[in-house]
């Protein structure tokens, strides 16, 4: 059972990105599913999650508005849309998963059961 992350890269203030994270090993059509984020010298923190049927989402607010969580089961598979970054944002990105509840949703990194490697996203200035 693995979280694999991929669609970081380097890019300009202002600019965009979109992460992707594919699941394998079983279904996660049940679990809910997101992302952390951790920058040099910081703790790793909470950036965006969404429940099993993607009806519900949460945001940490310094991504609220610039950055859009979602999900397709069918592919078992969650994204991350990163709209208006900014050089703050950089960081590595780790996707997660809350395997061990049935239909729960995740904010804080001892809740998350799962964890894929990261991606580094890097935004210039």
């Known amino acids: 059972v693995q979280l694999q992350a991929s669609g970081g890269g380097l890019v300009q203030a202002g600019g965009s990105l979109r992460l992707s994270c594919a699941a394998s090993?079983?279904?996660?059509?049940?679990?809910?599913m997101g992302w952390f984020r951790q920058a040099p010298g910081k703790e790793r923190e909470f950036v965006a999650s969404?429940?099993?049927?993607?009806?519900?989402?949460y945001y940490a607010d310094s991504v609220k508005g610039r950055f859009t969580v979602s999900r397709d089961n069918a592919k078992n598979a969650v994204y991350l849309q990163m709209n208006s970054l900014k050089p703050e944002d950089t960081a590595v990105y780790y996707c997660?998963?809350?395997?061990?509840?049935?239909?729960?949703?995740?904010?804080?990194?001892?809740?998350?059961?799962?964890w894929g490697q990261g991606t580094q996203v890097t935004v210039s200035s």
């Open positions: 969404i429940n099993w049927s993607g009806s519900s989402t």
């Open positions: 997660a998963s809350r395997i061990g509840r049935l239909f729960a949703i995740f904010v804080t990194a001892t809740e998350v059961d799962l």
């Open positions: 090993g079983r279904t996660f059509s049940s679990y809910g």
